[in-house]
């Protein structure tokens, strides 16, 4: 299976870069982007990655976390998505999705996310203009928005996407909004990240996305106005929906739901907390021989020691089994 999906990512014009899975580490109301300091905050998240999560997260979350779920034991940064809920189509009672991990992923890897930093081509003439620089301590960045509501604005939102999965490796044409029908393996959410950077804004409003197709594309050179060109990072989530297919009777819509109460998909989204210690990072990224599973320059542990990693539920609040209502969400 492995080596099934290596190739099928191949066909796509990746040449180097990391790829790993970080089991799931908690699912709660927190986003120290988008709300920092409410605990808590609007919407329920899955977020993998380092034990520093929290409410609030500033300065050098390398330093401070001591350890993380992710297979590479360096990377304590924090990955996170809403979460998407079925939504009883005549009940109306909403339960949680569940989600599985990539199939090609390291063995015991639990949940989670599937996790890319994409340098791209280390033979183009753009990239040795431009060479890859990691992200700073403190750096954060989202991608997406709750509040995107038509198809024309989910169309902007290059590379964030569905796959209606046919079998855990067999995902189907990328789509801009939920599948229309029950997916035989489960909704696969892709989320790619813009890779230019202004130099200056730890936030969001510091990138800037050159690319202008969807899937695995190499990012064009950065323009001027953000000169410098960050790793390219990139999130894969399997939402195991197989369980709730057979409560969706043919011709209702769509019964699946962000955690913000997103009955279409257009409003997905994706948030990055930095927290590679040290310049772990940029070693990875200055080698070409740093392709998928790692190289000699970063460290790496078994999944088995990724997982006992955890964070302490800061909201206290159910989020799974039949809920009435989604968490923060009114009646
Ligand atoms: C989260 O923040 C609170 C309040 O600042 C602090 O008491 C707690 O130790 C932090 N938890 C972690 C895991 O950093
Ligand atoms: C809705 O249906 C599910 C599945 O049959 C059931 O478990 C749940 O309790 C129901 N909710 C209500 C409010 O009846
Ligand atoms: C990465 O490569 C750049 C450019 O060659 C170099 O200046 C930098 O010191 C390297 N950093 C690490 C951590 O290897």
């Not at 991990?101 to 791209?120: D, E, R």
């Not at 955690?259 to 080698?287: C, I, P, V």
Request: charged letters at 15%; one cysteine or more.
């Amino acid at each position: 299976m492995k080596s099934l999906s290596i190739a099928l990512a191949l066909a796509a014009p990746v040449h180097a870069g990391l790829r790993f899975g970080c089991s799931s580490l908690t699912i709660q109301r927190l986003d120290p982007v988008v709300e920092p300091g409410n605990a808590p905050s609007s919407h329920v998240h899955h977020i993998v990655g380092g034990n520093a999560f929290n409410a609030t997260m500033t300065g050098d979350v390398g330093a401070r976390a001591t350890c993380t779920t992710c297979e590479m034991s360096e990377d304590f940064s924090n990955y996170w998505t809403a979460v998407l809920y079925f939504k009883h189509p005549t009940n109306g009672s909403y339960h949680r999705v569940p989600v599985v991990n990539n199939a090609a992923l390291a063995p015991n890897t639990k949940g989670g996310i599937t996790v890319y930093y994409t340098p791209h081509d280390f033979t183009t003439d753009d990239l040795k203009n431009q060479p890859i620089k990691a992200f700073p301590p403190g750096f954060r960045m989202t991608v997406g928005s709750p509040a995107t509501n038509s198809l024309d604005q989910a169309k902007g939102h290059i590379g964030l996407r569905y796959n209606c999965l046919q079998t855990l490796i067999n995902r189907g044409p990328e789509m801009v909004d939920f599948p229309d029908r029950p997916c035989p393996a489960g909704i696969f959410a892709v989320h790619h990240f813009p890779a230019c950077w202004d130099g200056k804004n730890l936030d969001s409003p510091g990138i800037y996305n050159t690319i202008r197709m969807d899937g695995f594309t190499n990012a064009p050179p950065c323009p001027a106005s953000h000169p410098v060109r960050m790793p390219q990072v990139t999130y894969e989530t399997v939402w195991d929906t197989t369980k709730f297919n057979s409560m969706w009777p043919s011709g209702t819509p769509n019964p699946f739901v962000w955690s913000f109460e997103g009955t279409s998909g257009y409003g997905t989204h994706a948030d990055y907390m930095f927290g590679w210690k040290g310049d772990s990072l940029q070693r990875a990224m200055n080698k070409s021989e740093c392709f998928y599973d790692g190289c000699g320059s970063i460290t790496k542990q078994v999944m088995t020691e990724a997982n006992k990693c955890t964070v302490p539920d800061m909201v206290g609040e159910v989020t799974d089994g039949w809920l009435d209502h989604l968490p923060g969400m009114a009646m």
